[in-house]
T-cell receptor
């Protein structure tokens, strides 16, 4: 358990509405990530953050924005949701061990865009 | 552009037997490889990893093998248990912030 919570856990919304997903961590990790999981694609990185106010794009960033005003919170925003953004969204942190940096994931948010 | 591929969407094995999950990659810059296990309605959990300087890493019943020349890695589970039934994702990275995942293999271990 890496102390990661995500909210909401489930959300149904309509096309064109804004949506914000929240990731909260309790262990003061510097790096945080947002992924989406879709059948046939595995997990794909949307955005990541390497510190407060420091973010960068991932593999599938179009249509998404992020913000990190506090170490513990990383927000993912869909400015105008589309049906193609129906997915399961996972937040992750990097925990450094002696040899490797390993990513640990939150429980996920299932988002449905009608 | 899928740089990490798991060509078997599903695998079924008998309890007590060996499970072998395979993964291929195309990017020769990848230097760190991981396996994650995922149960329904939960986030992926880290299972085992291997650096490109090694060809084998073992942790209890789980062993990961890396063949750099073939750009192939595999996860062996011996002996397989019903609780191992889950979706397994292979992942690879060339740096810590751009990890690429395969599409996953659903393992079913039958009692």
């Amino acid at each position: 358990d890496a102390g990661i919570t995500q909210s909401p856990r489930h959300k149904v919304t309509e096309t064109g509405t804004p949506v914000t997903l929240r990731c909260h961590q309790t262990e003061n990790h510097r790096y945080m990530y947002w992924y989406r999981q879709d059948p046939g694609h595995g997990l794909r990185l949307i955005h990541y953050s390497y510190g407060v106010k420091d973010t960068d794009k991932g593999e599938v960033s179009d249509g998404y924005s992020v913000s990190r005003s506090k170490t513990e919170d990383f927000l993912l925003t869909l400015e105008s949701a589309t049906s193609s953004q129906t997915s399961v969204y996972f937040c992750a942190i990097t925990r450094t061990s002696a040899d490797y940096n390993e990513q640990f994931f939150g429980p996920g948010t299932r988002l449905t865009v009608l | 552009d899928q740089q990490v591929k798991q060509n078997s969407p599903s695998l079924s094995v008998q309890e007590g037997r060996i499970s072998i999950l395979n993964c291929d990659y195309t990017n020769s810059m990848f230097d760190y490889f991981l396996w994650y296990k995922k149960y329904p309605a939960e986030g992926p959990t880290f299972l085992i990893s291997i650096s490109s300087i090694k060809d084998k890493n073992e942790d209890g019943r789980f062993t990961v093998f890396l063949n750099k020349s073939a750009k192939h890695l595999s996860l062996h589970i011996v002996p397989s248990q019903p609780g191992d039934s889950a979706v397994y994702f292979c992942a690879a990275s060339a740096n810590n912030n751009d990890m690429r995942f395969g599409a996953g293999t659903r393992l079913t271990v039958k009692p």
